[in-house]
C-alpha cells in the first residue's frame, strides 16, 4: 500500500505481536520487508494491542493480520482503541473484507484527501 501512495502525509504503525510463535526478533526481520520512512514499527511481545483491538473490531481473538485506515489526528485516548473508518484482515472471518491492495489504498487514499 505504501508504495501505491507517494503522500508524506500517510504514517502507517505496524504492531508485531507473537502470533505463530513469532518473536521481537522475528518482527525486526520481518521490518525489513516494510522499509519505507513513512512507517513506525512496534514490538507487543503481550499482543495487548491485539486483545484491544479484538474488542473494537470485533474479531473471535485477539486481532492480527488485520489492516486499519484512520484519519489524519486520530489519537487513542480511551481504554479502547478507535473503531477505524475501513478495516480489512487476513483471517477469514466474515465481519470484514478480506485483504484487497488496491481496494485498501483507495480508502487511504480517500482520507488523504
Keep these: 500500500m505504501l508504495s501505491r501512495i507517494a503522500s508524506k502525509n500517510l504514517t502507517a504503525f ?7 510463535f513469532g518473536t521481537q526478533p522475528d518482527a525486526v ?3 525489513r520487508l516494510i522499509d519505507d520512512p513513512r512507517t513506525i514499527h512496534y514490538w507487543d ?3 495487548t494491542t491485539g486483545i484491544e483491538f479484538g474488542r473494537v473490531l470485533p474479531t473471535p481473538q485477539a486481532a492480527w493480520d488485520v ?9 487513542w485516548s480511551e481504554n479502547l482503541p478507535p473503531k477505524p473508518n475501513y478495516w480489512m484482515q487476513q483471517l477469514g472471518i466474515d465481519n470484514a473484507p478480506y485483504l484487497n491492495a488496491p481496494i485498501f489504498a483507495d480508502h487511504v487514499r480517500a482520507l488523504l484527501r
Design 14 to 20: 505496524v504492531v508485531w505481536v507473537p502470533q505463530l
Design 29 to 31: 526481520r520481518a521490518s
Design 45 to 47: 511481545g503481550a499482543d
Design 67 to 75: 489492516y486499519l485506515v484512520y484519519p489524519p489526528g486520530i489519537r
